[in-house]
């Protein structure tokens, strides 16, 4: 019974944290359909639909095939945060540039 409750928990503070990601663009910036991705992922393209949505949470494993499959760090493919529009980010980092003397 004690397995149970803790699975209980665990399912709770999940949906209390959410899990988000780039996955979507990521996919798009590497013209890759949801099949593509799952195809190098060796997963059901509805497992990819359901991770783009927040849906499902995936493995360790599967975390790490897509920080390679991408080229790219966990932390920049997942965040407990919601991530800022990439163009607000370079916007950001541009402006920064800028006024730092830099050329853009």
């Known amino acids: 019974m004690r397995k149970n409750n803790d699975r209980t928990a665990a399912a709770e503070a999940s949906a209390e944290r959410p899990l988000y990601n780039r996955i979507a663009v990521l996919r798009a910036e590497r013209g890759l359909s949801r099949q593509d991705l799952a195809n ?22 599967l975390t790490f095939r897509l920080s390679e499959l991408f080229g790219l760090p966990i932390e920049a493919i997942f965040s407990r945060q919601p991530f800022k529009p990439l163009s607000a980010e370079l916007y950001a980092r541009d402006r920064l540039s800028r006024d730092e003397g830099g050329e853009v």
């Open 40 to 61: 190098g992922l060796g997963v059901n393209y509805q497992t990819v639909g359901y991770i783009e949505r927040g849906e499902y949470n995936p493995s360790l494993e």
